[in-house]
Every structure is written in structure tokens, then in C-alpha cells.
């Protein structure tokens, strides 16, 4: 074969090979491309180009990884049962386990559950919250797909509102806060639902502003995600938040997920309320259409691990294991292990909880003095507005706080959507106060320099 044929023939494979390879993109799963830009994405490309001041060190607040050491016991728990890597595990997981997530649903909330029809281990709440969207939405229908049988119950629940020009979606709908952990939208669209965001009030602690939400709006929800303590913004939510979202599913029928697993990191002497405790509290020991996720990973401080749980509504639990079953999922037989250890022992917890109360009583007061910023009710999050002299750009707060003091905050805006003409999380920024105390005290200190000089520039 002579060089001219040699090249012809490479020419016409790469024709052939450029042809599929278009075939394949175009085959792929078309809600792909519904999908946003992840926070930490757009953070790269925002600080891509800058160089820190070489003069001070790098401290990172933007990403919410836990810091602080991982207790020993979770490790030597881990070590000590490696045996169990030559086995299968069940994605319903061991019942030691289960009644391990039980005893701790009873210590933490006073609730009695059925570890085999109540409870469910998971991988990590992220992955949780993701497969959840993907049990309960039919993107095939409008309106929610789980009512039980029988008439509609009355309700006190308001109507949300006039239906405004968004709500012409003829599919599902799933409700989120704004801003929301991103995972709540990427489940949703992949799904094949569509997003409705309501928003949270400042003038209220953040608490979200469920009144927003239009009649509408409610009747298409199939899933509603709430994050109680909230991300960003540390908010908790009361009795009556409660009530009023329950009455709002059982007229409407759909299902709430409670995103929990900031609920071990709290300011004040009472722990936060979880979803399954107020619904025991209004009487709906059956847990209808509720699903609470939670974590080991800022509990206990260790996110590679990647271990929670999901409980509540055994109706909804058993086609969750369904779908589990074939999405492959189970948890790994020593992650269960030493996840049995983290769960039965609270003092590391406490401990954990008294770092982030010292961190923050440094870190708060500092920060307060040059900005709009107050202590949360729970989580491990600052969540302030940047100074007027920063004419509300949290993105340029950002890349210029980088450039001249090495920190890292991540912008609000990244954690919100603009919805109906207005981004919540603009102006904002969220600091992860994740690092050992000395270090969170140290980018405090450069933050208020940083405000400072640029409210009296030279």
C-alpha cells in the first residue's frame, strides 16, 4: 500500500470515528445539558488568571469540608474490620447497622422507628438526595404522583398566591430553596422535572418564604427539597414551618425530602428540630410523604467515608430500596462498621461542637464590625453581605479578596438562582468556617483589612 492510499485510509477512519463520535454526544441523555455549572466550576474559572499575594499563606473558607480530625474510634473501626472487603454487601445493609441509625433516631429525636421498613443506609446524603428525585418523580405527569388513596384532606395551608407566567410547565415540578445546595436542581432536571425556587427572607433569619410559592405551582409539585439547617444560611425551621409545609403535601400530595445533615452543628443549648420529630409532634406518626436525610460527614467529621441514612415514610423507603437495588449502591461492609461507631458514640460530637462554638464566637464578632453578618442558628457557614462600597459584586469581592490576601470565599450568587428578576444570593458570600480556629480567626483578620482598604483607598 503506497503512502497515498496509507493517508487516504487514516483520513477516511478519522471521518468515520469523527461520525460516531457525533452519533454518540447526540445519543447521549439530552437533560445533561440542562445542567448548570457546579459553584466550584465557576469558582476555578472566576479565580482562573489571578496570583495571591505570595505574603500571606493560603486559607481556603469557600468549600464546606470538614477540617477538624477524625476521631480514632471511626478509624479503628474501620481498620479492625477489613475482612469484610471479601463480601457482597446488601443495599439494605446489615441489621446491626439499622438498629444502630434507629438507637440514634431515638436518642437524638425520642422517635421509635422500624429499622427494617423505616430506615435506610445511603452513601452520603448527596447521593440520597439524588436517587430520591430519580424514585419519586414521574416526569410523564403534572402534578404529584404519590397521593394515597382515599379524599382530599382539608388544609389552612395559603394558597401561595396569583399563578404567575412561569407556571406554564405541563410536567412535574420540584420545589427548592433559593439559594440550595445544587444537588436539589441537578436531581431534579435529570429527573425530567423542572425547578421552582422560592425564596429565602433576611428580614426573617432566611427562613424561606413558602407563601411565594403560587397555588399553581404547588399543584405540579411532585418533590419538595428543604434544608433545615439551611446551606448557606444556617436557618432552622420551627413547629409552625412545619405544619404549614405537611398541610401543603397532604392537600397536594407530594413529597418532601429534609436535607439534615448540618443538624449536630448548633450555637444554642436546644438542637435543632428535624422533619420526623415535628411530624411526631403534629401527630403523623406514619411520617406521611416525608423522607429525612442526614450524614456522618460534618457530624463526625469525615466526608470520605461517605455514610448517612434516610428515614421516615415506609412507603416511600420501600421502592427507594427498589430502585437502590438496581442503581447499585450499596454501602461497603467496613464502611458500615465503623459507620455502627460513629453512630453509637455522641461525646466525639459534642467535642466537635464545642470547636465550632469557640470558632465561631472569635470569627463572628470580627467579621460583624465591617459587614452585614450574624451568628446562624446551626451549621458551620457564615453567610454575609458584602460591604456598599463593593457596589453589591460578590464575584469581585471574591477575586479581589484572593488577589490581595489569599482567601477563598465562594460568591453568593454561585448558591442561587435568579428567579422572577431577583438572585438571592447576590451581594453575599459564604465562608465555610471549617479550618482549626486559629486559621479562621487569621482569614477573619484579613478579611477586615481587605473591607477596610478598600472603603479608605490611598
Given at each position: 500500500m503506497g503512502v497515498g492510499s496509507y493517508e487516504f485510509c487514516s483520513v477516511s477512519r478519522i471521518v468515520q470515528l469523527m461520525r460516531y463520535a457525533h452519533w454518540i454526544i447526540r445519543a447521549m441523555n439530552p437533560l445533561l445539558k440542562r445542567l448548570q455549572p457546579y459553584p466550584f466550576e465557576r469558582l476555578r474559572l472566576l479565580h482562573a488568571g489571578v496570583t495571591p499575594n505570595p505574603a500571606y499563606r493560603p486559607i481556603s473558607l469557600g468549600i464546606g469540608e470538614p477540617k477538624h480530625a477524625t476521631?480514632?474510634?471511626?478509624k479503628t473501626a474501620l481498620s479492625a474490620s477489613l475482612a469484610g472487603l471479601a463480601s457482597y454487601p446488601a443495599t439494605a445493609g446489615e441489621p446491626k447497622l439499622r438498629q444502630s441509625l434507629a438507637g440514634w433516631m431515638?436518642?437524638?429525636?425520642?422517635?421509635a422507628l422500624d429499622p427494617l421498613t423505616?430506615?435506610?443506609?445511603?452513601?452520603?446524603?448527596?447521593?440520597?438526595?439524588?436517587?430520591?428525585?430519580?424514585?419519586?418523580?414521574?416526569?410523564?405527569q403534572p402534578g404529584a404522583t404519590v397521593r394515597r388513596a382515599g379524599p382530599p384532606q382539608a388544609s389552612t395551608a395559603p394558597s401561595g398566591g396569583s399563578e404567575p407566567h412561569e407556571v406554564g410547565i405541563v410536567g412535574a415540578l420540584v420545589v427548592c430553596p433559593n439559594p440550595f445546595y445544587q444537588i436539589y436542581e441537578g436531581a431534579a432536571l435529570l429527573a425530567?422535572?423542572?425547578?421552582?425556587?422560592?425564596?429565602?427572607?433576611?428580614?426573617?433569619?432566611?427562613?424561606?418564604?413558602?407563601?411565594?410559592?403560587?397555588?399553581?405551582?404547588?399543584?405540579?409539585?411532585?418533590?419538595?427539597?428543604?434544608?433545615?439547617?439551611?446551606?448557606?444560611?444556617?436557618?432552622?425551621?420551627?413547629?409552625?414551618?412545619w405544619k404549614l409545609l405537611f398541610e401543603l403535601s397532604d392537600r397536594y400530595g407530594f413529597v418532601i425530602a429534609s436535607d439534615e445533615c448540618y443538624s449536630e452543628i448548633y450555637f444554642r443549648d436546644e438542637p435543632?428540630?428535624?422533619?420526623?420529630?415535628?411530624?411526631?409532634?403534629?401527630?403523623?406518626?406514619?411520617?406521611?410523604?416525608?423522607i429525612a436525610l442526614t450524614s456522618l460527614s460534618k457530624r463526625s467529621n469525615v466526608p470520605g467515608l461517605r455514610s448517612g441514612f434516610v428515614a421516615g415514610d415506609a412507603a416511600l423507603i420501600k421502592p427507594f430500596l427498589?430502585?437502590?437495588?438496581?442503581?447499585?449502591?450499596?454501602?461497603?461492609?467496613?464502611?458500615?462498621?465503623?459507620?455502627?461507631?460513629?453512630?453509637?458514640?455522641?461525646?466525639?460530637?459534642?467535642?466537635?461542637?464545642?470547636?465550632y462554638r469557640e470558632k465561631f464566637a472569635k470569627v463572628t464578632p470580627l467579621l460583624a464590625a465591617v459587614m452585614d453578618v450574624a451568628l446562624p442558628d446551626a451549621g458551620f457557614y457564615l453567610w454575609a453581605q458584602v460591604p456598599a462600597h463593593f457596589g453589591g459584586d460578590d464575584a469581585a469581592f471574591s477575586r479581589e479578596l484572593l488577589a490581595l490576601y489569599n482567601v477563598v470565599v465562594l460568591p453568593?450568587?454561585?448558591?442561587?438562582?435568579?428567579?422572577?428578576?431577583?438572585n438571592p444570593g447576590a451581594g453575599r458570600i459564604r465562608m465555610a468556617l471549617v479550618a482549626e480556629t486559629a486559621e479562621c480567626v487569621e482569614a477573619a483578620e484579613r478579611i477586615v483589612q481587605f473591607i477596610q482598604s478598600n472603603a479608605n483607598p490611598k
Open positions: 476521631p480514632e474510634l471511626i431515638n436518642r437524638r429525636y425520642g422517635l423505616q430506615i435506610l443506609p445511603v452513601n452520603g446524603s448527596r447521593e440520597a438526595l439524588f436517587a430520591l428525585a430519580q424514585t419519586v418523580i414521574d416526569p410523564t425530567g422535572a423542572d425547578t421552582w425556587f422560592a425564596p429565602s427572607d433576611p428580614a426573617r433569619n432566611f427562613a424561606v418564604d413558602w407563601a411565594a410559592v403560587p397555588q399553581a405551582v404547588w399543584q405540579k409539585t411532585q418533590l419538595l427539597f428543604v434544608c433545615s439547617p439551611g446551606n448557606p444560611t444556617g436557618a432552622v425551621m420551627g413547629l409552625d414551618e435543632p428540630l428535624g422533619g420526623l420529630q415535628a411530624a411526631a409532634q403534629l401527630g403523623r406518626h406514619d411520617f406521611k410523604n416525608l427498589l430502585y437502590r437495588t438496581y442503581h447499585g449502591s450499596a454501602m461497603s461492609p467496613i464502611v458500615q462498621a465503623a459507620s455502627i461507631a460513629a453512630w453509637d458514640d455522641e461525646a466525639h460530637v459534642i467535642a466537635n461542637r464545642a470547636m453568593g450568587s454561585y448558591l442561587a438562582r435568579e428567579a422572577r428578576g431577583h
